[in-house]
């Protein structure tokens, strides 16, 4: 695994880059094998991320048709509606680029959880013909609580190691959630982790630093792929070596 840390001025810095980063990533696969397949994750950051990848300076970098997009992670809700991951991709991506929708692999969130969590690891499974799921790309977050995707502390799911798509329920919010499972991120090509804003920081730091053990994102670890730190100022404000 090879581990890199880059850190920015804004938030918007960030967001220039990552989508470079990402059209690159995806081009790249599509060159060498044909196709590209992402697991795209929900929040503010990526946010507008989707919408720079929508700009016709980057729509016409990548050829689409051949892009799979799954989802990192999804709330058990409908996917009209306002928390839905998948309608903020939809509206900030899909909908402004014309992505064609056969490519999308939703989670069905809007049905019983443990019902769309063994839905969409069957979509998952017949991607990758039913061998170990491989993103070319998954997309993440960190919550100020360590979580990432929707792998909470103290949940049961950080502990699953068969099955590549979990349902969660997660106490600290008192709902459910669907989420990939750290066999499948970890056994991807490239993880992005994109972390903004100040209240991030002292986590931050301790994960990136002292890793502690405690906190989910520290189990992000593509064995044989590439995870990318994107910070920007705020989040790396508390971090105090020079290289990590
Ligand atoms: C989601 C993800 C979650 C997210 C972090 C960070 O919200 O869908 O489950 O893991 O990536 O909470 O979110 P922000 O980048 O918006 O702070």
């Not at 997660?170 to 066999?183: A, D, E, G, K, W």
């Amino acid at each position: 695994m090879s581990v890199s840390i880059a850190i920015f001025a804004s938030p918007g810095e960030l967001a220039v880059d990552a989508a470079h980063r990402i059209s690159r990533v995806l081009h790249e696969a599509v060159l060498e094998r044909g196709s590209a397949v992402i697991a795209l994750s929900g929040g503010t950051t990526p946010k507008a991320i989707y919408e720079l990848l929508a700009t016709p300076a980057f729509r016409g970098r990548l050829e689409w048709n051949k892009v799979h997009m799954f989802f990192g992670d999804e709330r058990c809700v409908p996917p009209d509606h306002r928390e839905s991951n998948y309608r903020m991709v939809r509206e900030a991506l899909l909908e402004r680029a014309s992505i064609q929708t056969l490519n999308i692999h939703r989670i069905h969130a809007e049905l019983p959880p443990s019902e769309a969590a063994k839905r969409y690891e069957k979509e998952v499974a017949t991607y990758f013909d039913g061998g170990h799921p491989r993103f070319d790309l998954v997309m993440l977050g960190m919550g100020e609580d360590g979580h990432t995707a929707s792998l909470f502390p103290g949940t049961a799911v950080l502990n699953e190691n068969r099955r590549m798509v979990a349902e969660t329920f997660v106490p600290q919010l008192n709902t459910s959630r669907i989420t990939l499972t750290f066999p499948a991120i970890n056994h991807s090509r490239t993880v992005l982790c994109l972390v903004t804003g100040k209240g991030k920081a002292p986590v931050l730091r301790e994960v990136l630093e002292e890793r502690p053990g405690k906190y989910p994102v520290e189990r992000v670890a593509p064995g044989q792929g590439d995870l990318l730190w994107y910070l920007d100022k705020e989040a790396a404000s508390q971090l105090t070596k020079e290289r990590i």
